[in-house]
């Protein structure tokens, strides 16, 4: 594998974990996710992440659920494998074994759990990127209690690891830190966009390489990244202000993602269940008719062809 065979672009969204009623992953379900990302022209896609509630699966159950996604899309569409551990010794054994399986790009998180100094992160991603020297990899950073990795920071990495491909900034007012690395690695960094896609608008013209939202709504964001990539603003703007509503609710709390996004996904036919795993949020009452009701609006939009969405044919019986 050589990273000039991976170029990742465009929207990769997050494939959330099914669940069966018994809380245990449900790989028929995931399998119909994957063909549901593949229907909706999407070049690639990423698990299990915050958003596939990977915090809450063993060690083993997150390298299932990449070689299900890896068998199931059988090179019809890139998996990036979310290899996330506080400890470099586990992330590193995850990180390889995705490999084996047949993930095309590893994704970390840089591990946030406690404040650590640049001197600490630098040992972690450095030993982890040496670790798989002939895969592309993603870096994620969110940091809840201050800013995300520093611009001389992340042009060090990419000197020193030429596997270092890919970085995923996660915090609002970014684009001119976005605007920075660009400028200090020459444009070899794809940088990507999270948060649901809330800032994609934004950042396109700045010159991100993509975003990483929740996959319900990833045909429509691709429809919304293409157009404001090649300038047909005005369009852009009015096809992302129709899903704007459901984006902006469902952020609200990672765990209320969680249960707006499957439910959004049973609304589109690719699954028979919202459940999450335990603790999971309770919705109450009229959050459930809210986001029913928003859920209502992007099936609508879906079947206005005024948007020349591409369609993604349901995928239950």
């Known amino acids: 594998m050589t990273t000039k065979d991976n170029?990742?672009?465009?929207?990769?969204?997050?494939?959330?974990?099914?669940?069966?009623?018994?809380?245990e992953i449900d790989e028929e379900a995931l399998r119909h996710l994957v063909e549901f990302a593949i229907a909706g022209g999407i070049g690639a896609a990423c698990l299990p992440a915050y958003a596939s509630e990977f915090y809450k699966l063993t060690d083993d159950e997150k390298l299932q659920v990449v070689r299900v996604a890896v068998g199931q899309a059988a090179g019809r569409m890139k998996i990036v494998a979310q290899s996330n551990h506080p400890s470099l010794k586990v992330a590193i054994r995850l990180a390889q074994a995705n490999v084996e399986a047949g993930a095309d790009v590893i994704s970390l998180a840089v591990p946030r759990i406690f404040s650590l100094p640049e001197a600490s992160l630098k040992v972690y991603l450095s030993e982890f990127l040496k670790a798989i020297p002939d895969t592309p990899v993603l870096i994620q950073d969110f940091n809840p209690g201050g800013s995300s990795i520093s611009v001389p920071f992340i042009q060090e990495l990419m000197d020193n690891h030429p596997n270092f491909k890919y970085l995923k900034l996660e915090e609002p007012l970014c684009a001119p830190k976005f605007e920075s690395i660009i400028q200090a690695t020459e444009g070899r960094i794809g940088l990507f966009e999270g948060w649901g896609g809330l800032y994609m608008l934004e950042l396109v013209p700045v010159g991100i390489r993509g975003v990483m939202p929740g996959l319900a709504v990833a045909d429509i964001l691709q429809r919304v990244f293409t157009l404001r990539k090649n300038g047909e603003d005005a369009k852009a703007f009015e096809l992302f202000e129709k899903i704007m509503p459901q984006i902006f609710f469902s952020l609200q709390n990672m765990e209320l993602f969680h249960y707006a996004e499957k439910e959004l996904l049973m609304a589109r036919g690719v699954l028979n269940n919202s459940i999450a795993r335990q603790a999971a949020y309770l919705p109450d009452p009229s959050s459930v008719r809210y986001i029913r009701?928003?859920?209502?609006?992007?099936?609508?939009?879906?079947?206005?062809?005024?948007?020349?969405i591409r369609p993604a044919e349901k995928v239950l019986a």
């Open 7 to 23: 170029e990742l672009y465009g929207v990769v969204p997050i494939i959330p974990t099914p669940f069966t009623e018994q809380e």
């Open 293 to 308: 009701e928003l859920n209502q609006r992007v099936l609508e939009l879906l079947s206005d062809e005024t948007y020349a």
